[in-house]
């Protein structure tokens, strides 16, 4: 769920109807977007390379839960989709015994 009027919400309502990759275009033009990430990005304590599309060695990672097949998957920067980790059982959290073993 995301907050009523926020970036978030606005851009997912823009990106629903569309495809992916017009959905990408919306992403990579929206200045209100970029300027929240700008923001995020600065608070962090990794040092910023100097050219945006220089290469890094520490990348974006996270796992998240679908629900459409209550699997875990894995987001990685450097992967070119997502890593199915494998389903986690009815009724636990994705943060409890069950849900860690897959990440």
């Given at each position: 769920m995301t907050l009523p009027d926020s970036i978030l919400s606005r851009v997912l309502a823009a990106c629903r109807p569309l495809k992916t990759l017009d959905r990408a275009q919306v992403l990579e033009n929206d200045a209100e977007l970029e300027a929240a990430y700008k923001?995020?990005?600065?608070?962090?304590?990794?040092?910023?390379?100097?050219?945006?599309?220089?290469?890094?060695?520490?990348?974006y990672v996270c796992s998240v839960k679908?629900?459409?097949?209550?699997?875990?998957?894995?987001?990685?920067?450097?992967?070119?989709?997502?890593?199915?980790?494998?389903?986690?059982?009815?009724?636990?959290?994705?943060?409890?015994?069950?849900?860690?073993?897959?990440?």
């Open positions: 923001l995020a990005a600065r608070q962090g304590d990794s040092e910023v390379p100097e050219k945006a599309k220089d290469e890094v060695d520490f990348h679908s629900n459409k097949d209550r699997h875990i998957y894995e987001r990685n920067g450097d992967r070119k989709g997502p890593v199915d980790k494998g389903p986690i059982v009815v009724g636990k959290d994705v943060l409890g015994v069950c849900g860690l073993t897959l990440v």
